[in-house]
């Protein structure tokens, strides 16, 4: 039965590839299942090792790199239409876009997938029956991971290292390394059984190897984790008090008045502000969904009758530049008198949910984008951070949480991250608690604090090494509060240099070796 199987070429090339790449999604959150990442992408390999050994027999009516790439594309289309069903539920929001789900379902995972399948096509070319193969499958596919973050506007989500977002300790190389290098060390992790298959009493190395390497990311991320308990607590004295709102809001547009004042209200109440204690509080994105921040100045007595003078208000906001004629989805600083302290408008923006690519083509057959009206969002220039009592705070708003390159890009000693994001667009799937495990990559890769807002999400205060201190569930409503310590930090990630030396050192390493193997 398993020989018949194995050389039907319905099952090497469609059927098992989809299969061990749908399975692999469960190595994620909320499932966290990581182990299985060790069955799945070496089954992969060995697919792909199989269709190189058999090309010019059983496959010899069929193009041999065609197979190879149709292995790794249908091993992709699994994975991405598992890991990504989510995405349909923001077009559920709007009657007008519902139309369009199902292209979302089938759609993005056919292009995504294409980026596996042209990794396994090239790495299949070289993959022989050896050692060596598997490092340079294990190149091809990280930098194809890479490729899939950087092309058009990217998309980095559910990286191969962000299966490891449960255990803490393993996470702390991100710091020293980052995050495609740490992916890259992923991806070499979970090919070790595949050694198995090539010589039997290479087992207790196998197991040697990955025992050893397991200890000794545990050992390196419990001694930084320790050590930075330690430092924090003598960093108590000299703190700044934090409060973060999750107010569980239902997603509405169209809001009348009353329904703003109301929200404001809310918010206020769920704030449980103290005027005898300066405070920042943190609103998430989304709240005042149709309307822009001079719209909201109509209540700033709700605010100021309130909150104190000392207090601080930090939120997201729709805002006009009405002279060029554009809009922004905005992170707001105020105070009690809604004076603006701060602003920062969002770098990244969703495709087709806060822009429309093409929109001048796309509107006249009635598209629009998916978060409000036809008017695209404009993007924001770079900024500097903002700086409060020496915390020099770098704000994110929502989707931006997945892009490193946002973090790398600041120069400036930052040690507190703010994300705001609005979770509610995807309702109770898969999406949001992946969504919030980034948050836990991003604190650890620039050593800093992170606090996160989010509606109908998990909002959380996360240590400088991925703990999460206070936490709201999703579909929570309340608040957290915490005295944030004020962090030196001058260490963290900046770039993506120990990536490329991992990838050039493996490719040398494999072409030196292969003739010998």
Request: hydrophobic share 45%; with cysteine.
């Amino acid at each position: 039965m398993l020989e018949k199987i194995i050389n039907q070429r319905l099952y090497i090339v469609y059927l098992i590839p989809i299969l061990i790449g749908s399975l692999s999604v469960l190595s994620f959150q909320p499932f966290n299942f990581s182990v299985i990442n060790f069955l799945t992408i070496p089954s992969l390999f060995l697919v792909l090792t199989y269709i190189s050994k058999k090309s010019k027999s059983n496959y010899r009516k069929k193009p041999y790199l065609k197979n190879l790439f149709l292995a790794g594309y249908f091993f992709g289309f699994g994975f991405f239409f598992f890991g990504n069903y989510w995405i349909s539920y923001s077009l559920t929001f709007d009657e007008s876009f519902k139309f369009l789900i199902p292209f979302s379902l089938i759609l993005l995972p056919m292009f995504l997938a294409l980026f596996y399948g042209f990794a396994s096509m090239i790495a299949g070319i070289f993959i022989k029956n050896n050692y060596s193969s598997i490092l340079f499958f294990c190149v091809i596919f990280s930098f194809s991971d890479y490729l899939r973050s950087k092309i058009l506007s990217g998309f980095p989500w559910n990286l191969w290292a962000y299966s490891w977002s449960w255990f803490t300790e393993i996470l702390q190389i991100l710091n020293p390394i980052g995050l495609f290098a740490f992916n890259f060390l992923s991806i070499n992790l979970f090919c070790i059984p595949a050694l198995f298959f090539f010589k039997k009493k290479n087992l207790y190395l196998i197991f040697s190897i990955l025992f050893t390497s397991f200890l000794c990311l545990y050992i390196y991320g419990s001694y930084v984790i320790n050590k930075n308990n330690r430092d924090i607590k003598n960093l108590t004295k000299k703190s700044v008090n934090f409060k973060i709102v999750s107010p569980n809001f239902n997603l509405k547009y169209n809001l009348t008045s009353n329904d703003l004042e109301n929200l404001i209200i809310k918010l206020v109440k769920y704030s449980e502000p103290n005027k005898k204690k300066p405070t920042v509080f943190v609103w998430p994105e989304g709240t005042f969904a149709g309307y822009y921040l001079d719209d909201l100045k109509r209540y700033k007595n709700l605010i100021k009758n309130n909150f104190s003078e000392n207090d601080l208000i930090i939120f997201g906001s729709n805002t006009q530049d009405l002279e060029k004629n554009k809009i922004f989805n905005s992170l707001i600083v105020i105070n009690n008198n809604f004076d603006i302290i701060y602003r920062y408008n969002k770098k990244k923006l969703v495709p087709f949910g806060e822009f429309l690519p093409l929109q001048i083509y796309l509107n006249k057959l009635g598209l629009k984008k998916i978060t409000q009206g036809y008017g695209s969002f404009e993007r924001g220039e770079t900024q500097k951070n903002f700086i409060y009592k020496d915390l020099n705070i770098l704000p994110i708003i929502c989707y931006e949480i997945i892009f490193t390159e946002l973090f790398q890009a600041s120069n400036q000693n930052t040690n507190l991250i703010i994300n705001i994001s609005e979770d509610a667009w995807f309702g109770n799937s898969i999406g949001p608690p992946q969504h919030f495990a980034k948050a836990v990559f991003r604190s650890i890769e620039n050593n800093s604090f992170l606090i996160r807002s989010a509606n109908k999400g998990t909002s959380a205060i996360i240590s400088n090494k991925g703990q999460i201190i206070r936490r709201i569930e999703q579909n929570e409503t309340g608040n957290i509060e915490y005295s944030l310590p004020i962090l030196n930090n001058k260490i963290r990630n900046r770039n993506d240099l120990i990536f490329f030396i991992l990838l050039i050192t493996y490719t040398l390493i494999f072409f030196t070796t292969r003739k010998k193997n």
